[in-house]
């Protein structure tokens, strides 16, 4: 089935770690899209990628990185300067704006 | 004022009730709008999608676009228990989506 696939579903990390969360699609879509989502709250922009090898900052892309080396996938580093890291992170896709998104089920990230 | 405006809930409802889901924008430029169901610890799961003014049905959901007054609507029929969820209304433009903020919806059995 096509769709996105994001692992691990659940992370925990350390003091002055760094860890990278995984998002693969095979929906053969341009953009890619990370959003973080804390409890009772929207959906918040961190970055974006339109085309691979290309990316942009959303409206919290502090202490975040991404790449995209590869059309299917495109990872996030959560760094050690994101200093409150504990939130759902939820990959996107899509074709093209204005086309809807589709997300994966999301990695819910905790500080140990 | 924000772009888009949702109202947090929770709403509760009795199962079986008519379920009606609201956001408010402001941008114009918005064309083409979606409604999300997101259950507790997945992703949004796509449920309708709009482009025109007017209403969409795909079973017991309809969605409805005024665009002259910036206003949309989520209607569930015959709600039920596995409608509890939170629904984030979303609109986007050429360069861009917005997310409402969700509206937690608990069906009552």
């Known amino acids: 089935d096509g769709g996105i696939t994001q692992s691990p579903k659940y992370l925990f990390r350390k003091e002055g770690q760094n860890v990278t969360l995984s998002c693969e699609q095979n929906?053969?879509?341009?953009?890619m899209y990370w959003y973080r989502q804390d409890p009772g709250q929207g959906l918040r922009l961190i970055y974006y990628s339109q085309i691979v090898n290309d990316f942009q900052k959303g409206d919290i892309a502090e202490g975040y990185s991404v790449s995209r080396e590869k059309k299917e996938s495109f990872p996030l580093t959560v760094t050690s300067a994101q200093k409150n890291p504990t939130a759902f992170y939820h990959c996107a896709s899509t074709g093209r704006l204005p086309q809807p998104q589709h997300f994966g089920d999301g990695t819910r990230l905790s500080i140990l | 004022q924000k772009e888009v405006e949702q109202d947090p809930g929770p709403l509760s409802v009795p199962e079986g009730a008519i379920v009606s889901l609201n956001c408010t924008y402001s941008n114009s430029a918005f064309q083409y709008f979606m409604w999300y169901r997101q259950y507790s610890r997945k992703g949004p799961e796509l449920l309708m999608y709009t482009y025109s003014s007017g209403n969409k049905e795909d079973g017991r959901f309809t969605a409805q676009v005024d665009k002259s007054s910036k206003y949309i609507s989520l209607f569930i029929r015959d709600s039920q228990p596995s409608d509890s969820a939170t629904y984030l209304c979303?609109?986007?433009?050429?360069?861009?989506?917005?997310f409402g903020k969700g509206t937690r919806l608990h069906i009552l059995p």
């Open positions: 979303a609109m986007s433009a050429d360069d861009k989506i917005i």
């Open positions: 929906l053969n879509h341009d953009a």
